[in-house]
């Protein structure tokens, strides 16, 4: 089912709703704000790899309800009338973990919250709970989830702000913003509460091709919450830097290896590049769950390739020859060296970022 969700109401990407998942189509943004409801993992599944929620929080939370999901029609469906086999169950959500796990490769959060799910159902399961009990257990973890990221990402912001100030121009890439996340978003964050506190900041955001997150959504939701903001597309951000319009740039990630090498949106590496060149400080904010010590460096991060019609088709119409060769990366890895900080809910991370960042996690 479909509802459509007025204009001026403030917009959440994703709301649990009794029994299912009430999740904001963000591919239709800005022309129509449809919300969808979603009740299986398949259906999760689905609006995660279609992109309908994105950024990496949000697909992290999506997910997490996705088992929720799951988990409930196992219980239906595949399980003893008294609710007994807690084993089988168990089997059964880790499996749609595994499952839900295929639905976009490059994000951390994705996985993060999926192992969440994963510990919550086996450590509970093995106390002896009833399966009833258990589904309860796993609907609060995916709450609690939501929740902690609202808080966290309030505190990024926090973290952030003082790195901002009156006047200053601000360029971002992509969505890192409420709609990427439970609400106010990583690089966002930092301008929501500017916003509060009176602190006016010039935003630019790029358009961010081919998928155009900085022109649907941040654009978008900038604008609905009053903050001045100017859109560009991605090939002006170093005209706009050369005028000095630019004091800082702020971006999300989707995923940070152990040494500072950041993954994000394609577009975001030559926009540090150009950050350095005209020695303008290159933020990016994220969560401590979007930071992956396993990953040793941005090398190792699996990139994912999308559609070809995104590139081709992306406006609507053909914008390119039939049966040309398209490369499609969704994003790119900046090395840590053109990094000057890494935000987060526990503090501002600088280089040596390998021990920097290893020493946050045990704060
Ligand atoms: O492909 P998307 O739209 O999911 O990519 C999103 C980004 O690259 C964001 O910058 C990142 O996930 C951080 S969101 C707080």
Redesign the pocket.
Known sequence: MTTTQSMNEPLSSLTWGEDRLILLD?RLLPESIILLDLYTAEEVWDAIHT?KV??????GIAAAYGVVLGARRISHDQLDKDHTDNQQWLNQVLEICKYLATS?P??V?LFWALDRMKDTATSLTQVGHNILELNQALLAEAQAIQLEDEEV?RLIGEHALPLFHDGMGVLT?????GL??AKY???LAPMYLAHERGIQLKVFADETRP?L?GAR?TAFELQQAGIDVTLICDNMAGMVMSKGWIQAVI????RVAANGDVC??IG?YSVAVLAKAHGIPFYV??PLS?IDLNTETGQEIPI?ERPAEEITEGFGKRTAPQDIKVFNP??DVTPNEYVTAIITEKGIIQAPFKENLAAIFSK
Do not use: Y
Not at 54 to 59: K, L, Q, T
Not at 251 to 254: A, F, H, I, Q, R
């Open positions: 963000q992109m994105r950024g990496a929080p949000a697909i976009r490059t994000a959060n990402c890439h992509c969505n890192a913003g990427a996340t978003g990583t690089a998928v997150q959504l971006v999300g990630t989707d994000n949106k975001t904010a994220c979007t994912e969704a994003f």
